[in-house]
T-cell receptor, first 113, second 113 residues
Framework: GESVGLHLPTLSVQEGDNSIINCAYS??????FIWYKQESGKGPQFIID?????DKRQGQRVTVLLNKTVKHLSLQIAATQPGDSAVYFC????????????FGKGTTLSVSS | DVKVTQSSRYLVKRTGEKVFLECVQD?????MFWYRQDPGLGLRLIYF???????EKGDIPEGYSVSREKKERFSLILESASTNQTSMYLC????????????FGSGTRLTVV
């Protein structure tokens, strides 16, 4: 089936830098996207979401950008901290009520002090 | 605090054993899901359930079955465990009332020897 993918499996940044994690999706009918963070030994946790009628959404230190023209989603983390070290997943909802989310393969973010 | 609880964090089972992975949610959610998570492959959907006694196959149901006798509990069953079922198993739930994002459990790391 169609799947959501991430461009890079790993990303290493210095503390205080801004991080950008990318995701490409394949289904133009997808109407809702979510970013999850998974710390070691834990289940994924919701970070931020965006609907397909939006281009940008901001949270606390995080921003999600959606480019529907090229089917691209990104997560920007401002002033990255060591506690941000985790695996980040994007997920898409394919526009049909009741369907399961489709997840990307994940990007491991490592933040060094 | 709402929760999805997976009964075991770590399990070691022998090849051929019948294995039960239990998941309980306290949010009165209609939808529940089982994923497995493997390095480089991300989260892959095994089975999901929209309501009590209902189940749907995901992308990789072979070798698994599920049971949902009560709304709060969704069990994943490995009928005859094999070494290629060694993995991290994640349970998730969501309300059927318009919410799209999931709440995840902490995961069960299963090793089949």
């Amino acid at each position: 089936g169609e799947s959501v993918g991430l461009h890079l499996p790993t990303l290493s940044v210095q503390e205080g830098d801004n991080s950008i994690i990318n995701c490409a999706y394949s289904n133009s009918a997808s109407d809702y996207f979510i970013w999850y963070k998974q710390e070691s030994g834990k289940g994924p946790q919701f970070i931020i979401d965006i609907r397909s009628n939006m281009d940008k959404r901001q949270g606390q230190r995080v921003t999600v950008l959606l480019n529907k023209t090229v089917k691209h989603l990104s997560l920007q983390i401002a002033a990255t901290q060591p506690g941000d070290s985790a695996v980040y997943f994007c997920a898409e909802n394919m526009g049909q009520a009741g369907t399961a989310l489709i997840f990307g393969k994940g990007t491991t973010l490592s933040v060094s002090s | 605090d709402v929760k999805v609880t997976q009964s075991s964090r770590y399990l070691v089972k022998r090849t051929g054993e019948k294995v039960f992975l239990e998941c309980v949610q306290d949010m009165d959610h209609e939808n529940m899901f089982w994923y497995r998570q493997d390095p480089g492959l991300g989260l892959r959907l095994i089975y999901f359930s929209y309501d009590v006694k209902m189940k749907e196959k995901g992308d990789i149901p072979e070798g698994y079955s599920v049971s949902r006798e009560k709304k709060e509990r969704f069990s994943l069953i490995l009928e005859s465990a094999s070494t290629n079922q060694t993995s991290m198993y994640l349970c998730a739930s969501r309300s059927g009332q318009g919410t799209i994002g999931y709440t995840f459990g902490s995961g069960t790391r299963l090793t089949v020897v």
